[in-house]
């Protein structure tokens, strides 16, 4: 008779904690911080309700599903959990995935990331999405750039091997090594001609992110004053930057200052 009783009860126990288990699962991982904010210069800024913001400094934590948003001439660098980095730079907008076992790290909406994998304890299988692509990380050191509102993508290797989908046309998915390049077009599928594979894409990017993040390193937290100059933001050659969110790529960089009352 007790037996009867009670069984009910462990029942209706176990089906609550399983409830609770379900319920609290998704506030967790909310609660956990996707990446924390290591380094910037200018304006770095989480969207709360798609057009106020919230600044953001060094050592802020950003979670899932939540947007970033940089100013121009501006430049942060996120720390996640794993070892591995990232940085945004000017007139971008990239977006936690709410999956914490990073099968999808960042969904890129405009703008300019390059991302840094660490594989020195294992595989670390990512992805990055964008308004037309998939880039699944084979490699350690990509650069994406959104070059306007139709999802214009360029993907471009460092290191490693980086695959590219194209989300809108079906076709093949290229695997690029370091130095090689590819655009990805709203409803073009993919072709290996389309690859570059002379590097000159990726030099002209890294002209541009250097100077944004020499200057970060050098005036952390920082607000440049008559802009960095960053070709590498959402204006490289070849891209529809002016027509895009992010705006047409500003002038290059003036030349050094001869006095000593800079910044």
Not at 58 to 82: I, M, W
Not at 196 to 220: C, E, N, S
Not at 251 to 263: I, N, Y
Request: proline share 8%; net charge neutral; glycine share 12%.
């Amino acid at each position: 008779m007790l037996k009867r009783l009670t069984t009910p009860w462990t029942v209706r126990a176990i089906l609550m904690a399983t409830l609770a288990v379900l319920f609290l699962r998704p506030l967790s991982a909310q609660s956990r911080p996707a990446a924390t904010l290591v380094l910037m210069s200018g304006q770095v800024s989480i969207l709360l309700d798609g057009h106020d913001t919230k600044p953001l400094f060094a050592q802020s934590a950003v979670y899932a599903q939540q947007r970033v948003v940089t100013g121009p001439d501006s430049y942060a660098k996120f720390l996640l959990p794993d070892g591995s980095y990232f940085e945004v730079f000017e007139k971008s907008q990239v977006e936690f995935h709410a999956d914490y076992g990073w099968a999808h790290l960042l969904n890129v909406i405009i703008g300019h990331v390059k991302v840094f994998i660490d594989h020195s304890k294992g595989p670390n299988s990512n992805s990055v999405t964008t308004p037309t692509a998939v880039i699944s990380v084979r490699g350690t050191i990509f650069d994406i750039v959104v070059e306007d509102d139709d999802g214009t993508t360029l993907v471009t290797v460092d290191e490693g091997l980086v695959q590219v989908r194209n989300l809108t046309a079906p076709g093949a998915e290229p695997l690029l090594n370091p130095g090689q390049s590819v655009r990805v077009f709203r409803g073009q599928r993919l072709i290996g001609q389309q690859i570059d594979k002379g590097g000159i894409i990726q030099k002209m990017l890294r002209a541009g992110t250097d100077a944004l993040r020499v200057y970060a390193q050098q005036h952390p937290g920082g607000i440049p004053v008559g802009g960095v100059g960053s070709p590498g933001g959402v204006g490289v050659p070849g891209a529809q930057g002016d027509k895009g969110k992010g705006g047409a790529a500003p002038p290059p960089p003036p030349p050094a200052p001869t006095s000593t009352t800079g910044h």
